[in-house]
């Protein structure tokens, strides 16, 4: 079964306005913790932004920020006033357990094209 | 932020050579590193995961024969191609997990390798 589920392959943006990216998961563990990376063409993996499960508040880094519904199991990306280099892959992440060396497991990805 | 190192960032090989890739954690200590592999337009897979002083662990379908893994420190592991064949062609990326803070709880990315097998 698939644990972490990104529906949009592909996703066409104006610049300056603000997008949402969808990512669901599926575990049945209580401690976890869910990632978004961001991938330009160059291949590098850039992180973004990080919540945990027993975070209270969502997490926010700058323009991006986690809109996390845990009863949904659901940790959407929202970036805020885009950018023409905000184009690029984007993929959700999870790591099961919050202590030791858990692997993480990705998303297909998201492209997202920001036009002018 | 916690920055990782890689390299090569580009290979091109003759079918039959071996290929090292190095990654380093440069300003953090890492307890455990992760190599993946990620083929064009598709997601990152998991190849293996080193810990430091200690054997890998390999991936299911993941020959370790095949792809060798050392983690001789705190912030160097490598990953060796042996007997590269074309369909080993591949972008090749590793990532750091740290010890405490910030770090600890994520796996910071280097900027991979791109291998080429002729």
């Known amino acids: 079964a698939q644990k972490i589920t990104q529906t949009q392959p592909g996703m066409f943006v104006q610049e300056k306005e603000a997008v949402t990216l969808d990512c669901t998961y599926d575990?049945?563990?209580?401690?976890?913790?869910l990632f978004w990376y961001k991938q330009p063409s160059s291949g590098e993996m850039i992180f973004l932004i990080y919540q945990g499960s027993y975070d209270e508040q969502n997490a926010t880094e700058g323009r991006y920020s986690l809109n996390f519904q845990k009863a949904r199991k659901s940790a959407n990306l929202v970036i805020s006033a885009s950018q023409l280099g905000d184009s690029a892959m984007y993929f959700c992440?999870?790591?099961?357990?919050?202590?030791?060396?858990?692997?993480?497991?990705f998303g297909q990805g998201t492209r997202l094209t920001i036009n002018p | 932020g916690a920055v990782v190192s890689q390299h090569p960032s580009r290979v091109i090989c003759k079918s039959g050579t071996s290929v090292k890739i190095e990654c380093r954690s440069l300003d953090f200590q890492a307890t455990t590193m992760f190599w993946y592999r990620q083929f064009p337009k598709k997601s990152l897979m998991l190849m293996a995961t080193?810990?430091?002083?200690?054997?890998?662990?390999?991936e299911q379908g993941v020959e370790k024969d095949k792809f060798l893994i050392n983690h001789a420190s705190l912030t160097l592991s490598t990953l060796t191609v042996t007997s590269a064949h074309p369909e080993d062609s591949s972008f090749y990326i590793c990532?750091?997990?740290?010890?405490?803070?910030?770090?600890?709880?994520?796996?910071?990315f280097g900027p991979g390798t791109r291998l080429l097998v002729l």
């Open positions: 990532s750091a997990r740290g010890t405490r803070g910030r770090a600890g709880e994520t796996q910071y």
């Open positions: 992440a999870m790591r099961e357990g919050l202590q030791g060396a858990q692997k993480l497991v």
């Open positions: 080193s810990n430091e002083g200690s054997k890998a662990t390999y």
């Open positions: 575990t049945s563990d209580q401690s976890y913790g």
